[in-house]
C-alpha cells in the first residue's frame, strides 16, 4: 500500500514540476514569423502598407479623394506606432474565391492594440468573444474579426474563424506551408511593394503554375502587371511587324495581336489549346476551325461613325403624275467597325463554319459578324477584312500586341509585353475615376 501511495505522489510530483516548468522551457522555443502563421489561400499577398500609401498619395491629391489626409506615409506610420503595429514591415493576406479573406500584421508592442480597438468601438458596434481561448473582438455586421498576439495582429472575414485563428496562433517555426513557402521563393516581382501570387485551383488546372500580380500607379492610372509561368510550353510568341489598321482617336475598343501561334496550332493537347476552344463553345465559336486558319494576326476597331453611300430606289412623279422609279444615292452614316485576320489555306473552310454556326450571316448585299453593324466583306490569299465603311480602312505596320476598351466612357488598356517559351508578362492599364465610381467611400 505504501508503495502505491509513493508511486501516486511521485507522478503528481513529476506533473506538477512540468506545469511548473513548461513556461520556462516555452521560452527557449523560437518564435515562428508572421509568414509561418499564414493559412492558405486562393490567392497569397504580400504587401508594404507604407510604401503603396507614398506611392498612392498623388493618385489620392490629384483626384481630391475625401480621405486623403487619413492615407498619406506619415498619417499611416504615426497611427502604426501609437497603436503597436510596425507598418514598416510588410503585412501579408489571402483570400479564396468564396470571399473569404485575412491578413496578418507585425506587432511592434501589443500593449497598444487594445487602446487602439477601444477607440475602434466608438465607431463601429465590436463585440467579444472567446475562439480556442482567445479573446476575438466581432463586427457581425460584416463578419469580421479582430484579435492579436504578442508579435501578430488577425484582420479576419469568414466563416471559419475558429480553423484559421487556430493556425495563426499555435503555428511554430518553419510551419510555412508550401503556398507561402513557393510564394516567398518567388523572384518574379520581388522588389515589388503590393504582389498577389495565385494559387488558385482552377489556374493550375489550366496548366498555370505560377500567376503574380503587382501594382503601380500614378495620378490617372493604376497599373495591374502580370506575370504566368505554365507548367508546359505556350507555344505562343510575339512575331516581327505585320499588317494592322491605322488607329483613330475616335476608336472606342481596339485589339491588335501579331503572334507566330504555328506551335499551338499543331498541339491540340496543349492546355492554352484546350482553354481557348472551351471558351468557344460558350458562343458556338468554331475554334478549331479557326486556329488551322489563322496566322496569328487580329486587328480589331470599333468606334465612331463612318460615311457609307447607299443606293436605293424611289418612286417619283412626272409633270403628268405619272409614276416611275428612280435609282439615288444618299450618304448615311454608320458604326465604325473593322476586323482583320491574316490567314493561310484554310480560310474558306473557316469562313464556311462562320455561316454554318451563325456568327456570321448575309442579309441582301450586307454581312452581319455577331452583332456588327452591316459589313463589306474582302478576302486575299493572307487576310480576311470585314469593315463598315465603303472602302477598305487604311492598314499599316505594326508590332502591337494589346488594345483599348472603352466601357461607359471609361477607356481600359492592357498589352503583352513579352512572351517566351513557359513565361508571359502582360499590363492591364485601369482609369483611376472607374475605380473610385465603384467605391462606396469615395
Known amino acids: 500500500m505504501a508503495r502505491k501511495v509513493l508511486f501516486i505522489v511521485f507522478l503528481l510530483a513529476l506533473l506538477v514540476g512540468f506545469f511548473y516548468y513548461k513556461p520556462l522551457f516555452g521560452k527557449n522555443l523560437p518564435e515562428p514569423s508572421l509568414v509561418d502563421r499564414l493559412p492558405n489561400g486562393d490567392f497569397l499577398g504580400r504587401i508594404y502598407v507604407l510604401d503603396v500609401a507614398r506611392e498612392s498619395t498623388p493618385m489620392m491629391f490629384y483626384n481630391k479623394i475625401p480621405v486623403r489626409d487619413f492615407t498619406t506615409h506619415e498619417f499611416l506610420l504615426a497611427q ?33 492594440i487594445l487602446p487602439g480597438i477601444e477607440r475602434l468601438r466608438k465607431t463601429i458596434e465590436l463585440v467579444d468573444t472567446l475562439v480556442s481561448d482567445q479573446k476575438v473582438h466581432v463586427f457581425k455586421e460584416e463578419h469580421l474579426y479582430l484579435t492579436y498576439g504578442k508579435k501578430w495582429f488577425f484582420i479576419y472575414k469568414g466563416n471559419q474563424i475558429p480553423k484559421r485563428l487556430y493556425h495563426v496562433k499555435f503555428a511554430e517555426k518553419n510551419d510555412i506551408t508550401a503556398a507561402w513557402k513557393a510564394f516567398v521563393d518567388e523572384k518574379q516581382f520581388r522588389d515589388e511593394k503590393l504582389v498577389i501570387y495565385s494559387n488558385y485551383k482552377k489556374l493550375k488546372e489550366q496548366g498555370v503554375e505560377t500567376a503574380l500580380f503587382a501594382h503601380d500607379s500614378d495620378s490617372m492610372n493604376v497599373r495591374i502587371k502580370a506575370y504566368v509561368r505554365n507548367s508546359k510550353p505556350l507555344h505562343v510568341f510575339t512575331k516581327g511587324p505585320s499588317l494592322a489598321y ?3 482617336t475616335s476608336t472606342d475598343k481596339l485589339i491588335n495581336l501579331h503572334l507566330n501561334v504555328d506551335k499551338l496550332r499543331d498541339d491540340t493537347s496543349n492546355p492554352l489549346y484546350k482553354w481557348l476552344v472551351s471558351k468557344g463553345k460558350i458562343i458556338s465559336f468554331p475554334t478549331e476551325a479557326f486556329l488551322k486558319a489563322w496566322n496569328g494576326d487580329i486587328s480589331f476597331h470599333q468606334g465612331g461613325t463612318v460615311q457609307v453611300k447607299e443606293t436605293f430606289v424611289e418612286s417619283v412623279l412626272d409633270e403628268d403624275f405619272n409614276v416611275s422609279e ?13 476586323l482583320m485576320l491574316s ?20 442579309e441582301g448585299s450586307k454581312f452581319y459578324f455577331l452583332n456588327s453593324p452591316p459589313l463589306r466583306i474582302r478576302q486575299t490569299k493572307s487576310h480576311l477584312f470585314l469593315y463598315s465603311s465603303d472602302a477598305t480602312p487604311a ?20 498589352s503583352i509585353d513579352s512572351i517566351s517559351r513557359y513565361e508571359a508578362f502582360a499590363t492591364v492599364h485601369i482609369p483611376v475615376r472607374r475605380l473610385l465610381r465603384r467605391s462606396k467611400f469615395f
Open 80 to 112: 502604426g506606432k501609437s497603436y503597436g503595429l510596425d507598418l514598416q514591415k510588410p503585412a501579408y493576406f489571402f483570400a479564396n474565391a468564396t470571399g473569404e479573406w485575412g491578413a496578418l500584421v507585425e506587432v511592434s508592442d501589443s500593449n497598444k
Open 246 to 248: 491605322k488607329g483613330k
Open 326 to 338: 428612280v435609282k439615288s444615292t444618299r450618304v448615311k452614316e454608320m458604326p465604325g467597325f473593322a
Open 343 to 362: 490567314m493561310n489555306q484554310y480560310q474558306q473552310e473557316f469562313v464556311h463554319r462562320l455561316f454554318a454556326k451563325g456568327i456570321m450571316r448575309k
Open 395 to 414: 492598314t499599316e505596320l505594326s508590332t502591337s500586341n494589346g488594345g483599348v476598351w472603352n466601357e461607359q466612357g471609361i477607356k481600359y488598356g492592357f
